[in-house]
């Protein structure tokens, strides 16, 4: 089995930054993709960005330009950090992790952003 476990999430005002952390553990056989979605009050859970084993990223356009994914394979961590916030950024934050097929979730991060 393998856990994911994220940290970070706080309230930050407008215009603000913050940044989330993803930690892997268990049953890590070489991770081809790790990334975070989001999931707002009374909305479907939506991709914000992933990133390859070799660094290749790709965004929401909600989120490009403004956010960060980055990720230690050494550490099995993934990182994103998020500058220029907005209100419609408050979500919570899930990391997600792909391998071997499979899709394995954290139980998220709450990110409230407001004044």
């Known amino acids: 089995q393998v856990q994911l476990v994220e940290s970070g999430g706080g309230l930050v005002q407008p215009g603000g930054s913050l940044r989330v952390s993803c930690a892997a553990s268990?049953?890590?056989?070489?991770?081809?993709?790790m990334g975070w979605f989001r999931q707002a009050p009374g909305k479907q859970r939506e991709l914000v960005a992933t990133?390859?084993?070799?660094?290749?990223?790709n965004y929401a356009d909600s989120v490009r330009g403004r956010f960060t994914i980055s990720r230690d394979n050494a550490k099995n961590m993934v990182y994103l950090q998020m500058n220029s916030l907005k209100p419609e950024d408050t979500a919570v934050y899930y990391c997600t992790l792909h391998q071997r097929g499979m899709d394995y979730w954290g139980k998220g991060t709450l990110v409230t952003v407001s004044s």
């Open positions: 268990g049953s890590i056989f070489g991770i081809d993709v």
């Open positions: 990133i390859t084993y070799r660094g290749s990223a």
